[in-house]
């Protein structure tokens, strides 16, 4: 009996492949692209400015 149920439970879970997945892969491009022009932003917005008395 234990074997049995062992197989139909096997027979419900199929072959572990994902069908038709790709929007989730290109929203977490997405959010990434996202977070590295935010980070970029904000690393420039923060960037050192030279005195105004400086010759450089």
Known sequence: MTSLT?????????????????GYVWACYGITVAAFVL?????????PRAAADSKE
């Open 6 to 22: 062992s197989l139909m439970l096997l027979a419900q879970v199929g072959s572990g492949r994902l069908q038709g997945g790709w």
């Open 39 to 47: 980070y970029s932003v904000s690393l420039w917005a923060r960037r």
